[in-house]
């Protein structure tokens, strides 16, 4: 199952043409992965492993135009788990409907502050992305 993050879009988010301006997605999305961390995966544990996730690629579609006022639902999962990095997808809907507004797959890594390096992901925190990803 999906998680679901909702965000009403406010009149800052908007730019000249009165849609959301491009930039303000990787905002939604960031807010939305942490919601999902919050609520599905072992947060405080994470923070105090001193792992940290670091994005290494964004790619977004951008399919409608999201105007002040409306509800946005970012539907997040994780996608892929790979040695060294994992997906995760996010689908950015009008809350209640299937309206596609835009859609990302965005590529982690896992990095080691102590280390000063990414490093593979094993033990439990490859279980807590198991357990986060979309069966």
């Known amino acids: 199952m999906k998680h679901l993050t909702r965000i009403k879009v406010r009149g800052y988010h908007l730019d000249l043409y009165s849609h959301v301006n491009n930039a303000r997605y990787l905002e939604f999305l960031e807010e939305a992965r942490w919601t999902f961390f919050e609520e599905r995966g072992d947060l405080p544990w994470f923070l105090q492993s ?24 970012i539907e997040t999962s994780v996608k ?49 992305l198991e357990a986060m990803q979309d069966q």
Do not use: C, W
Request: proline share 1%; aromatic share 4%.
């Open 50 to 73: 001193g792992l940290a996730l670091v994005v290494v690629n964004i790619n977004i579609d951008y399919r409608r135009a999201a105007t002040m006022g409306e509800e946005l639902a």
């Open 80 to 128: 892929s788990i790979g040695h060294r990095s994992a997906v995760m997808h996010q689908a950015v809907k009008l809350a209640g409907t299937d309206t596609l507004v835009a859609e990302a797959d965005v590529t982690f890594v896992v990095y080691d502050g102590k280390q000063d390096k990414a490093v593979p992901l094993d033990g439990r925190l490859k279980e807590l």
